[in-house]
C-alpha cells in the first residue's frame, strides 16, 4: 500500500447511507476512510506534574475490514489506552507516538476538525459503562439524533427519530419506539449497552472499537450482546476491536488476538493460534488461571506475585520476567523483541523455541521448551 | 450422617421498597465442605449470604447454625457464635477501614471477640504469615496495598476467630485473573489446613464449578436448582442452569441464547419466575410456582461416590430442580435446549 503523506478520500456523502433521506441530497465532502486500520509502533505516554507514565510503549497491530481483533490484557496493560488513542480521544496532557493510519488517513495527523468526522462516522467507540456515559437528562432517542445529526446522516429531527427507532430494533430491543422515548435510568443494563450500540452503529461505521462492552453485565445478557456484535458485523461488514480481559471472550469472538502486559504486545496471532497454543508463558499463564472442568480443585496455574501498575519502568528488561517461570538471566537486561513463531503468530520471548505448554497445576521446567 | 453446620430454612426478605429479594430460599452447609451460590445479579444471592450471617433481619424462616437457633440468638452469644461465622466481602478496599493498618484491622477483630492485646498481635502476624502478605507489610495501610494483597488480607481477618463457616460474598470478582488464581489456590489451601467450611456465593461459573462440593443456582430470589457441583454440570435440569452454563462465553459452537432481561424482582411475574425467559415454557408455568422436586437420572447413585472428593457420606448427591417439566419427568434429558448429550 503507497501511503500518501496526507491521504484524504473525499466523496460525495450519502452514496452509502441507505436511509438517507431522498429529496435533499446532502452536498457537503466528507472524510470517509475505508479499509484497514494499521497501528505501527504506538506509544501513548501521560504527563502530570508528577510524572511521566509510558501507558503504552512500540505496539503495532492492525484490524482488517469485516475481522475482529482481540487486544486481550489485565488491567493496567495499556489495552484500553491503545484503543482509545486510535480514536485521539485524549488530550494535550497525552502524547500519542508512532502511525495510525485507516485506509490511506493517517489518523494521527488529521487536523482536530477533520477527526471529528472520523469519531462517530468511520470509527465509532462502544464504551464499558452505559451509565457513566449516556447522558441521564436526556432521552435515548435524542443521544441518537444528536450522531446523526452531527454527521449529517439525516436532515430533521422527526427523520432522526425515525432512523433512532429503526437502530434501536437492529440491536434487538423489543419496543424501540417506546426505548427512544426512554430516559438512561428506564433501562436495564443490557439495554443501555444496546442502546450504546446503537448509537456507534448509527453512521454504519467501517471501524467499531468495543472496550470491554460486556464486563459490566450479566453472563446471559453478555451472550446476547456478544451474539449482536456477530450479527451486526456480518451485516455491516465493519472492523472490530475489541478489548477484553475474559479470555471465555476471546476465544468466541476472536479472528486474532494481541495479548498486552505492562504496555507492550507480548504476543500475536490467529485467536484459535494464540488461545490453544499460546507461545508466550504470560498468555500460557492468563489461560491456565482460568479455572477449566479438568483443573483439578485448588491447582489453578496462577502467576506469582501482580500485574505491574500502568505505566511502571522496566527499561530494558522483559516487563514479565519478574513472575515468569521460565525466565532466563537475559530477561533480566534484554528487552524481548516479537519474533515469527508460526504463520502470523509470533512472540515476544526467547524461551519459546518450541510452544510453551498450557500447565494446569503445576510448572513445567524450561528444558522442555528447546532454545530457537 | 454428619449433622449439618449450617442449615438455612425457607427464608424470606422483602426490601422496604416491596423488592421480593430472597423467596423462600434454604441452604444447608456439612461441615468442611464448599456450597456454591451462583447466579445473576438481582437473583438474592449476596442478600441470602446477609440473612445468613444475620447482617439483614429475615422476615421469615430461621437459620440454625452448629444444631443452634442463630434466629433467636441476640447478644453475647451472637457475637460469640459469629466468631465461628465469618464473612469474605467482595471489596476489601471498601470493607478494610482506610485509617487502620492492615495489623490494626486484624487484630481489631480478635479483640472484638475478646481476645487480649498480645495474643491477638501474635495470632494476626501468624495469619499475615498464612495467607502469604509481606511481613514488611503490616503496618501499611489498605491504600497501599494491591486488591490481591487486600483481599489476603480480608481472608486473614475472616480466619482470625477460627470459624467453622466462611461466607465468600463476591470475594474474587475484583480481581486480575492471574491474581485471582492465586487467591483461589489460596483459600482451597486453607481448607485443607483448618477444615472450614465455605458458602461461596459468585456470578462466575467456572470459579464455583471450580471450588463448590453442592452447587446452588437461584434466579430471583429463588433456589431453582441444587445439585452436586458435578453432576450439575454433566446433567443441569432446570432450564435456567443450561441456558447460564450455555451462556459462558467460549469456542464451543451454537449456544442457548436467552431473550430478554431479567424481570424486576419488584414485580416478578406469576408462577415460575423464569417463564418469560424460558426457552420450554408453557401456558401452567404462569399459574403456580413450581416446587423443588428430585431429578431422576442414571447417575443417581454409581457415579456420586466420585462426585464428593472427600468420599464422604453427606447427602451430597441429591439433586433438586423446580421446573414443572422435571417434575413430569420432560425435563433434563428431553428438553429442547439439549445441547445434544445423549
Redesign the interface.
Known sequence: MTMTSFGRTREVRGARGAWAPGGKRPTAERLEPEGALKVTDLSVTFRTAARTVEAVRGISFGVEPGRTLVLLGESGSGKSVSARSIMRLYGDAVTVGGQVTFGDVDLLSLPERDMQDVRGRAIALVPQDASGTLDPLRRIGSQIVEVLRRHRIVDSAAAGRERAAELLGQVGLSDPRRAVRAYPHELSGGMRQRALIAIAIACSPRLLIADEPTTALDVTIQAQVLDLFGRLQEELGMGLLFVTHDVGVARQIADRVAVMYAGRLVEDGPGVEVLDRPAHPYTAGLLGAVPTRDTPRGALHAIPGQPPAAGAQTPGACAFAPRCGYALEECGHEQPELVAVGPGHSAACPVMGGRVPVVVGQRPTTDETGQP | MTAPLLLAEHLSKRFDNGVLAVDDVSITVYPGETVGVVG??GCGKSTTGKLILRLLEADTGYVAFDGMNLQTMIGRRLQHLRAQLQLVPQNPQTSLNPRLTITEAVVFNLRTHGWDKKAAARRTAELLDMVGVPRDYSQRFPHEL?G??LQRVAIARALSTNPKLVVCDEAVSAL???????V??L???LQ?ELGMAYLFIS?D???V???SDRVVVMYLGRVVEESSAAEL?RRPAHPYTE??F??????QGR?V??????PSPANPPSGCGFRT?CPVAMDRCADARPEPVAVRGESSESSDASDS?DGSDRQGGSHQAACLRVAEGSGADRSPVGTGAP
Open positions: 445473576e445479579s494491591s490481591g494483597q486480575d485473573k492471574s491474581v485471582q488464581a492465586q483461589l489456590n483459600l482451597v489451601e485443607r456470578h461459573l467456572a470459579v464449578e471450580h471450588l454440570w441456558a447460564l450455555s451462556s459462558v462465553p467460549g469456542p449456544r441464547v436467552l431473550r430478554g432481561d431479567l425467559r472428593p
